[in-house]
């Protein structure tokens, strides 16, 4: 049931104790004049959809734009693994001091027939000041573990995305839930006002038979705890009221609670159905399950990325540039400069790694095996939990038929009551015991209310389908 109450009216206008106050002091004609003031929309009021406050969530929620920005990292991240591919050049600069230069044996009898042949001789090689700078330039050519790195950075993208779904989803299931709990919440208000003046009536007449000395203080004493309790009753739902809706904008990243008036769009109570059929499984559907596959096929990507380090890589490298050789230190001496260049072929085949590749790989397997398990009990889960789901709003809407029609007899047999007791035909204990079982009869139909909309949510939920809310 739709009641239009805001925060202005609920906190500006009319107090909880002014509220009370005109409820136990005036007649019926407060009483109504708040039912129909409950039941008219607000003018100027804005009307926030149960769709807009999930997509508001998702827009303005800083954990929903962290999570955006974790995606873009990661993106970024992809991109920039595809420059390995572009040559990589790099310029280089050494100068050095030499205080002791590298000392050969030269075999000078094979140079010179004046010394013997085994004749040897001790060079010296190099300056005592050297320096070298240049270019080197490095082009992949073939390198198997960079699409290898690609097609690990892609899938960390996906499942980025599915773990950002999975924020959403969470975070939509809570949306919805304090969106109906204030539904619940306007309409126990209604009842709760209805429930006032039904207990301030009956009051009367007991309080007019105790003036008339035909009533025991003690059935009058019950009376008025009745209708204290349907009073605290209203004053609790208002109060709860005003929380579910600031807990609401919190959850859909309002940032100025205290200022905001709204009320909520009684439509979607019609608009999605409480019904069980339908509602079938599609573990597809579910973030969580769709982020555990992708994390099961992330860990055979890493095993193929393991087993690209075991292949050999082949490269284009060159070399421009120049070394100087003086015996002083002299930079900038022109005739001491010497060029330097070469291009060649650069083939590298791994052999050791310094770690034992072979366990890694046992390692990633172990892992991929875990993740397909955890997605096959967690989606069994989710699939116990639709059925379970459907069982418990079976029960209740059955429960709720049989609370509706007691409800209405009670109703009426209190209407009944009271006229008796007004024409002397009737005890006013009798009475009083009406009201509390009423009272108890309401307590039980709202929490069941409460809780088959929450079946009907985590139904929806297990069963991959809650984006209905929201799309």
Request: aromatic share 10%; hydrophobic share 40%; net charge neutral.
């Amino acid at each position: 049931m739709f009641v239009n109450y805001s925060f202005k009216c609920q906190i500006n206008k009319l107090t909880f104790n002014g509220l009370i106050y005109f409820i136990l002091k005036k007649w019926s004609f407060i009483i109504l004049t708040i039912l129909v003031f409950l039941s008219v929309p607000v003018i100027g009021q804005n009307v926030l959809t149960l769709s807009k406050a999930i997509n508001n969530g998702f827009l303005n929620r800083k954990n929903m734009q962290s999570g955006k920005s974790d995606l873009l990292i990661r993106r970024l991240q992809t991109e920039a693994l595809y420059q390995k591919y572009w040559p990589q050049v790099s310029f280089e600069y050494t100068y050095l001091y030499n205080p002791i230069l590298q000392t050969s044996i030269l075999p000078i009898g094979i140079f010179n027939s004046s010394y013997p042949a085994d004749a040897t001789m001790n060079v010296r090689f190099g300056t005592t000041w050297s320096q070298t700078a240049g270019a080197t330039v490095v082009q992949p050519l073939i390198d198997f573990s960079i699409p290898a790195q690609i097609n690990e950075a892609k899938l960390q993208e996906r499942i980025t995305v599915a773990s950002q779904a999975q924020t959403e989803y969470e975070l939509a299931f809570t949306i919805a839930q304090t969106y109906i709990e204030i539904s619940l919440q306007e309409s126990k208000i209604k009842s709760a006002v209805a429930d006032t003046n039904r207990t301030y009536i009956s009051y009367q007449l007991l309080d007019n038979k105790f003036v008339e000395k035909r009533l025991l203080k003690s059935d009058l004493n019950k009376s008025v705890i009745n209708h204290n309790n349907a009073v605290q009753l209203l004053k609790d739902a208002l109060s709860e009221l005003i929380e579910d809706k600031v807990y609401l904008l919190f959850l859909t990243g309002e940032t100025a609670i205290e200022k905001s008036d709204f009320a909520i769009d009684s439509s979607f109570v019609k608009q999605y159905k409480l019904t069980t059929s339908g509602l079938l499984p599609d573990a597809e559907a579910i973030p969580e399950l769709q982020q555990l596959d992708l994390q099961s096929q992330l860990t055979v990507r890493q095993v193929k990325s393991q087993q690209a380090r075991r292949l050999p890589t082949l490269s284009i490298k060159g070399f421009l540039g120049a070394n100087q050789y003086t015996n002083k230190f002299d930079p900038t001496k022109t005739d001491s400069w010497f060029g330097l260049s070469y291009v060649g072929i650069d083939f590298k085949f791994p052999i050791l790694f310094g770690e034992n590749v072979h366990k890694n790989i046992e390692v990633l397997r172990l892992q991929s095996a875990q993740y397909t398990q955890q997605k096959e009990d967690r989606s069994a889960l989710y699939a116990k939990d639709a059925y379970t789901s459907k069982l418990k709003m079976e029960r209740v809407m059955s429960q709720l038929k049989t609370q509706e029609e007691n409800l209405a007899l009670s109703i009426e047999s209190i209407a009944i009551t009271q006229a008796r007791v007004t024409e002397g035909q009737e005890s006013a204990s009798t009475l009083n015991i009406d009201e509390a079982n009423l009272q108890s009869l309401k307590a039980d139909y709202e929490t069941n209310k409460k809780q088959l909309w929450n079946f009907w949510l985590n139904c929806l939920k297990a069963s991959g389908q809650l984006d209905i809310l929201w799309k």
